[in-house]
Protein backbone atom coordinates (compact mmCIF):
# COMPACT_ATOMS: atom_id res chain seq x y z
CA UNK A 1 0.00 0.00 0.00
CA UNK A 2 2.74 2.38 0.83
CA UNK A 3 6.46 3.26 -0.40
CA UNK A 4 9.09 5.78 1.29
CA UNK A 5 11.71 7.03 1.61
CA UNK A 6 13.32 9.50 4.58
CA UNK A 7 16.61 11.01 3.58
CA UNK A 8 19.10 13.54 5.41
CA UNK A 9 21.23 16.25 3.58
CA UNK A 10 24.93 16.86 4.80
CA UNK A 11 25.64 19.88 3.30
CA UNK A 12 22.03 21.63 4.69
CA UNK A 13 21.32 19.95 7.62
CA UNK A 14 17.68 19.31 6.38
CA UNK A 15 16.02 16.25 6.95
CA UNK A 16 12.93 14.79 4.26
CA UNK A 17 10.81 12.13 3.51
CA UNK A 18 8.84 11.44 0.26
CA UNK A 19 6.11 8.52 0.05
CA UNK A 20 3.33 7.50 -1.94
CA UNK A 21 0.56 5.32 -1.62
CA UNK A 22 -2.75 3.57 -2.92
CA UNK A 23 -4.55 4.82 -0.19
CA UNK A 24 -5.64 8.50 -0.19
CA UNK A 25 -4.25 11.34 1.45
CA UNK A 26 -0.99 9.51 2.46
CA UNK A 27 0.59 12.40 3.53
CA UNK A 28 -1.79 13.47 6.29
CA UNK A 29 -1.07 9.78 8.17
CA UNK A 30 2.77 9.05 7.54
CA UNK A 31 5.20 11.23 7.45
CA UNK A 32 6.71 12.77 10.69
CA UNK A 33 9.63 15.11 10.87
CA UNK A 34 10.94 17.49 13.69
CA UNK A 35 13.94 20.25 12.56
CA UNK A 36 17.51 19.02 14.24
CA UNK A 37 15.57 16.05 15.09
CA UNK A 38 14.78 13.32 12.75
CA UNK A 39 12.48 11.99 10.57
CA UNK A 40 9.85 8.87 11.14
CA UNK A 41 7.49 7.45 8.52
CA UNK A 42 4.74 5.26 10.17
CA UNK A 43 3.34 2.66 6.92
CA UNK A 44 1.58 -0.17 6.22
CA UNK A 45 -1.65 -0.45 8.64
CA UNK A 46 -0.89 3.05 9.78
CA UNK A 47 -0.78 4.21 13.35
CA UNK A 48 0.22 7.83 12.87
CA UNK A 49 1.14 8.37 17.13
CA UNK A 50 3.96 6.04 16.36
CA UNK A 51 5.98 9.60 14.56
CA UNK A 52 5.41 11.99 17.35
CA UNK A 53 6.53 8.72 20.01
CA UNK A 54 9.60 7.96 18.03
CA UNK A 55 10.18 11.69 17.41
CA UNK A 56 10.50 12.45 21.23
CA UNK A 57 12.44 9.76 21.80
CA UNK A 58 15.04 11.09 19.24
CA UNK A 59 15.11 14.41 21.16
CA UNK A 60 15.98 12.83 24.15
CA UNK A 61 19.07 11.51 22.86
CA UNK A 62 17.92 7.86 22.03
CA UNK A 63 19.38 6.63 18.98
CA UNK A 64 17.40 5.54 15.95
CA UNK A 65 16.95 1.85 16.87
CA UNK A 66 16.37 2.70 20.43
CA UNK A 67 13.24 5.19 19.37
CA UNK A 68 12.12 2.35 17.14
CA UNK A 69 11.80 0.17 19.98
CA UNK A 70 10.19 2.31 22.36
CA UNK A 71 7.82 3.69 19.98
CA UNK A 72 6.59 -0.12 18.44
CA UNK A 73 6.73 -0.92 22.94
CA UNK A 74 3.91 1.42 23.04
CA UNK A 75 1.83 -0.54 20.52
CA UNK A 76 0.34 -3.98 21.25
CA UNK A 77 -0.18 -4.20 17.33
CA UNK A 78 3.34 -3.58 16.36
CA UNK A 79 3.62 -6.65 13.93
CA UNK A 80 0.94 -4.62 11.88
CA UNK A 81 3.29 -1.53 11.09
CA UNK A 82 6.33 -0.94 8.92
CA UNK A 83 8.24 2.46 10.39
CA UNK A 84 11.56 3.88 9.56
CA UNK A 85 13.48 6.35 11.73
CA UNK A 86 16.65 8.60 10.60
CA UNK A 87 18.41 11.05 12.71
CA UNK A 88 20.49 14.37 11.90
CA UNK A 89 23.59 12.24 11.65
CA UNK A 90 22.02 9.98 8.51
CA UNK A 91 21.99 7.23 11.07
CA UNK A 92 18.47 4.99 11.04
CA UNK A 93 16.26 1.98 12.17
CA UNK A 94 13.42 -0.05 10.45
CA UNK A 95 11.01 -2.23 11.27
CA UNK A 96 8.32 -4.55 8.99
CA UNK A 97 6.22 -6.66 11.45
CA UNK A 98 5.36 -10.06 10.33
CA UNK A 99 1.62 -9.17 9.39
CA UNK A 100 3.20 -6.40 6.88
CA UNK A 101 1.11 -6.73 3.97
CA UNK A 102 2.32 -8.32 0.48
CA UNK A 103 5.80 -8.29 -0.92
CA UNK A 104 7.69 -5.75 1.21
CA UNK A 105 10.99 -4.64 2.02
CA UNK A 106 13.24 -2.06 3.70
CA UNK A 107 16.75 -0.50 3.01
CA UNK A 108 19.35 1.67 5.21
CA UNK A 109 21.71 3.43 3.29
CA UNK A 110 23.82 6.71 3.38
CA UNK A 111 22.13 9.21 4.69
CA UNK A 112 18.51 7.45 4.03
CA UNK A 113 16.02 4.49 4.76
CA UNK A 114 13.48 2.88 2.67
CA UNK A 115 10.11 0.68 2.81
CA UNK A 116 7.61 -0.46 1.19
CA UNK A 117 4.79 -2.72 1.09
CA UNK A 118 2.56 -4.60 -1.61
CA UNK A 119 5.23 -3.99 -3.63
CA UNK A 120 5.83 -5.69 -7.19
CA UNK A 121 8.98 -6.34 -6.27
CA UNK A 122 11.39 -6.45 -3.53
CA UNK A 123 14.04 -4.63 -5.68
CA UNK A 124 11.64 -1.25 -5.95
CA UNK A 125 12.93 -0.11 -2.57
CA UNK A 126 16.89 -1.21 -3.60
CA UNK A 127 16.10 1.60 -6.38
CA UNK A 128 15.13 4.11 -4.57
CA UNK A 129 17.82 4.09 -2.12
CA UNK A 130 20.48 4.11 -4.98
CA UNK A 131 19.15 6.73 -6.56
CA UNK A 132 19.19 9.35 -3.60
CA UNK A 133 22.71 8.22 -2.92
CA UNK A 134 23.71 9.06 -6.40
CA UNK A 135 21.69 12.08 -6.99
CA UNK A 136 22.46 15.96 -5.76
CA UNK A 137 21.01 19.01 -5.50
CA UNK A 138 18.35 19.84 -3.23
CA UNK A 139 16.90 17.43 -0.67
CA UNK A 140 13.37 17.77 -2.45
CA UNK A 141 14.41 17.28 -5.79
CA UNK A 142 16.49 13.71 -4.49
CA UNK A 143 13.38 12.66 -2.48
CA UNK A 144 10.89 12.89 -5.53
CA UNK A 145 13.63 11.53 -7.91
CA UNK A 146 14.00 8.34 -5.59
CA UNK A 147 10.03 7.86 -5.20
CA UNK A 148 9.99 7.92 -9.30
CA UNK A 149 12.72 5.39 -9.50
CA UNK A 150 10.86 3.12 -7.02
CA UNK A 151 7.73 3.35 -9.63
CA UNK A 152 10.00 2.81 -12.57
CA UNK A 153 11.37 -0.37 -11.02
CA UNK A 154 8.13 -2.13 -9.96
CA UNK A 155 6.34 0.23 -7.26
CA UNK A 156 3.16 -1.06 -5.63
CA UNK A 157 1.82 -4.41 -6.79
CA UNK A 158 -1.53 -2.11 -8.07
CA UNK A 159 -1.95 1.77 -8.89
CA UNK A 160 -1.10 4.40 -6.27
CA UNK A 161 -3.15 7.41 -5.84
CA UNK A 162 -1.36 9.78 -3.40
CA UNK A 163 1.95 11.35 -3.00
CA UNK A 164 3.41 13.65 -1.08
CA UNK A 165 7.25 15.24 0.27
CA UNK A 166 8.02 17.11 3.27
CA UNK A 167 11.50 18.94 4.50
CA UNK A 168 12.47 20.61 7.38
CA UNK A 169 15.22 22.84 7.85
CA UNK A 170 15.98 25.05 10.88
CA UNK A 171 12.83 26.46 11.70
CA UNK A 172 10.23 24.96 14.03
CA UNK A 173 7.60 24.59 10.84
CA UNK A 174 8.16 22.35 7.78
CA UNK A 175 9.98 24.18 4.69
CA UNK A 176 8.30 22.02 2.33
CA UNK A 177 4.97 20.36 2.64
CA UNK A 178 3.43 19.37 -0.13
CA UNK A 179 0.60 16.67 -1.03
CA UNK A 180 -1.26 15.26 -3.88
CA UNK A 181 -4.21 13.74 -1.68
CA UNK A 182 -5.73 11.48 -4.36
CA UNK A 183 -5.40 11.52 -8.37
CA UNK A 184 -6.72 8.54 -10.73
CA UNK A 185 -3.27 8.37 -12.25
CA UNK A 186 0.66 9.30 -11.88
CA UNK A 187 0.08 11.33 -8.43
CA UNK A 188 3.90 10.96 -8.10
CA UNK A 189 4.00 13.38 -11.81
CA UNK A 190 1.54 15.92 -9.94
CA UNK A 191 3.56 16.04 -6.84
CA UNK A 192 6.77 16.86 -9.48
CA UNK A 193 5.11 19.47 -10.60
CA UNK A 194 4.30 21.13 -7.39
CA UNK A 195 7.51 21.28 -6.67
CA UNK A 196 8.96 22.87 -9.69
CA UNK A 197 6.13 25.76 -9.25
CA UNK A 198 7.00 25.96 -5.04
CA UNK A 199 10.57 25.88 -5.49
CA UNK A 200 10.94 29.15 -6.99
CA UNK A 201 8.71 30.42 -3.97
CA UNK A 202 10.04 28.38 -1.02
CA UNK A 203 12.36 30.55 0.37
CA UNK A 204 10.43 33.74 -0.01
CA UNK A 205 7.81 32.45 2.47
CA UNK A 206 10.73 31.83 4.68
CA UNK A 207 11.91 35.14 4.34
CA UNK A 208 7.54 36.54 4.71
CA UNK A 209 8.07 34.39 8.11
CA UNK A 210 11.00 35.91 9.86
CA UNK A 211 11.61 39.38 8.60
CA UNK A 212 8.62 40.90 6.97
CA UNK A 213 10.46 44.14 6.28
CA UNK A 214 12.16 42.38 3.53
CA UNK A 215 9.61 40.15 2.09
CA UNK A 216 9.25 40.28 -1.60
CA UNK A 217 6.04 41.13 -3.05
CA UNK A 218 3.41 38.37 -3.04
CA UNK A 219 2.79 39.19 -6.96
CA UNK A 220 -0.99 39.54 -6.28
CA UNK A 221 -3.73 42.59 -6.69
CA UNK A 222 -2.62 45.28 -4.42
CA UNK A 223 0.81 44.29 -3.93
CA UNK A 224 2.67 45.61 -6.92
Not at 64 to 77: G, I, K, V, Y
Request: aromatic share 6%.
Amino acid sequence: MTISIAGYCEKTGQLGIAISSSSIAVGARCPWLLAGVGAVSSQNITLPALGPTALEQLKNGLSPEQALEAALSSDEFSDYRQVTVLNTKGKSACFSGKNTLGIHNTVMAKNCVAAGNMLHNQSVINAMTETFESSEGELTDRLIKALSAGVKNGGEAGPVHSAAVKVVDNCSWPLVDLRVDWEDVKPIEKLSLLWQDYEPQMKAYVTRALDPRDAPSYGVAGDE
